[in-house]
């Protein structure tokens, strides 16, 4: 056989198996180095049964970096855990490392190292009576292929969702599927938290998963801020306390009571807690923007004491922290370039100081990525509208932003607030010409959204009205 022939033989089997290399994971380039950051973070601060998958995806990371030998390191650490790990059943775990190995050495050009290892893949595959060489159905290799597309990244979770969901069907009670689980459809409804608070999906699956995990600090602590977000903060507090008090995944935990204190308004002890974060992980886009918040809710505090107004100390200050958090903003950026929401709170900073250019330059970045979660999308031209209003005059431009978070179509506290703002900036249009046809037809689409048909109808009509007298006289001009 032909060498050529050879390497098709082998591709054509190395597309048969289950992998890193063959699951799609969605990740841009300029998403590596923070994906690698968060992979080396989770290695060393997370303390969890279920770490061979990590491994794992640094192998393949360390692959898209150019890191070859390195990602032969990644999955020899891989396989040595499995044997303390998975001992009962070390095949099947196996065959994904084993499935890495033949995809990285065929890249490297050492396809009788790939074979070796298609070999593997295939010995335990009969062992299993699959009716595939190079494949078996198994919820273990469901699950890691939902732990590695949970780590990519917003694009990848629904895909990850149905993986453990898949898992589950056939073993409900497992500890690892059920927290892979939980930790998803926490992600997920992050995605949706414009949604109603009693649409909080995620609420029973990490119920199951502390049930099953009861020392899984981490998972404590995020159950603990989902709780806080449907208004049982008192509930959750009392998880906050546990996870700290654990000692276990620290790091992880610390992130999440610094997020829980802050929205409760304790701001200087969630900095606190950031702060020996920070020292541990000081790469984590995520603490350096949570820091960011601290610094940007100390500001909207001292301005709500000084009714709007500050001046003199107040203003200072204002600007002190302002210059802060847009450090920290920045700082995370820097870390995780497609970090989207990030940018909205660098933008509102930057107008914060008067740098309207800085600003809008942060908006219209934004508005060029490809943004897939609909809650960014509604806050990037809610916000954006907001800032073409009152920091730019543009009412023209406010209005057509204002409209896009609402044709956005998921019924949202965002939306409802972008009809607000809407109306708002319409009726003030109509105070200084009440024959403002544009106006009074966005007044009706207004009120056909909020259900009101009669008042929709009337303002339709008045705008008929007036672009038919507008056409009468246009027609009698000589």
């Not at 589950?168 to 409804?189: C, H, K, Q, S, W």
């Not at 100390?313 to 922290?321: K, P, S, T, V, W």
């Not at 309207?356 to 934004?366: G, M, N, P, R, S």
Request: glycine share 4%; aromatic share 10%.
């Amino acid at each position: 056989m032909s060498d050529k022939s050879n390497e098709n033989l082998i591709e054509n089997r190395l597309v048969q198996l289950r992998c890193h290399f063959t699951w799609k994971l969605l990740i841009k380039d300029t998403e590596l180095p923070d994906l690698e950051n968060r992979v080396f973070d989770e290695i060393e601060f997370l303390d969890t049964k279920f770490n061979v998958g990590i491994h794992n995806l640094l192998a393949y990371v360390k692959h898209l970096n150019g890191q070859n030998k390195e990602a032969l390191e990644s999955l020899k650490e891989a396989e040595d855990l499995i044997q303390t790990e998975h001992a009962g059943q070390s095949d099947v775990s196996s065959l994904v490392i084993w499935g890495n190995y033949a995809w990285l050495y065929y890249h490297m050009g050492r396809l009788s190292d790939a074979q070796i290892y298609l070999d593997k893949v295939e010995t335990t595959c009969k062992k299993f009576g699959s009716p595939s060489c190079y494949t078996v159905e198994s919820p273990e290799m469901d699950s890691e292929e939902g732990w590695a597309l949970l780590k990519c990244g917003g694009k990848n979770y629904e895909r990850a969702k149905a993986c453990f969901e898949k898992a589950l069907e056939v073993d409900p009670e497992n500890p690892e599927f059920n927290t892979g689980y939980a930790i998803v459809m926490y992600r997920l409804d992050g995605f949706n938290k414009a949604l109603q608070i009693n649409e909080a999906f995620c609420l029973q699956p990490l119920e199951q998963a502390i049930r099953l995990n009861p020392e899984n600090a981490y998972i404590k602590a995020i159950f603990a801020v989902k709780l806080q977000d449907v208004g049982q903060e008192d509930e959750g507090e009392k998880y906050i306390e546990e996870a700290l008090a654990s000692g276990s995944s620290q790091t992880y935990v610390l992130r999440y009571a610094a997020k829980f204190y802050r929205r409760k308004g304790l701001v200087e002890k969630s900095l606190q807690l950031l702060k020996m974060a920070l020292r541990a992980t000081p790469s984590s886009a995520f603490v350096h923007q949570q820091i960011g918040l601290c610094y940007k809710t100390q500001m909207f505090q001292i301005k709500k004491a000084a009714k709007w107004q500050p001046r003199g100390q107040d203003r200072e200050n204002i600007n002190r922290l302002v210059q802060m958090a847009i450090r920290e903003f920045e700082k995370a950026l820097k870390l995780r370039p497609t970090f989207e929401v990030m940018y909205i709170d660098l933008a509102d900073m930057y107008a914060e100081m008067g740098q309207l250019k800085k600003a809008e330059d942060t908006f219209k970045k934004l508005l060029c990525m490809e943004v897939c979660d609909d809650q960014i999308r509604y806050q990037i031209h809610y916000r954006y509208g907001r800032f073409q209003e009152f920091q730019r005059k543009s009412e023209d431009a406010a209005i057509i932003h204002y409209l896009n978070a609402i044709n956005i179509e998921k019924k949202s506290i965002i939306n409802d607030k972008s009809i607000s703002a809407l109306e708002k900036l319409v009726f003030k249009k109509l105070q200084r010409n009440a024959a403002d046809i544009e106006s009074l037809s966005i007044l009706g689409f207004i009120y056909k959204l909020k259900g009101e048909i009669n008042k929709a109808l009337e303002y339709y009509e008045q705008a008929l009205s007036l672009a038919n007298e507008f056409e009468k006289c246009v027609g009698h001009v000589p």
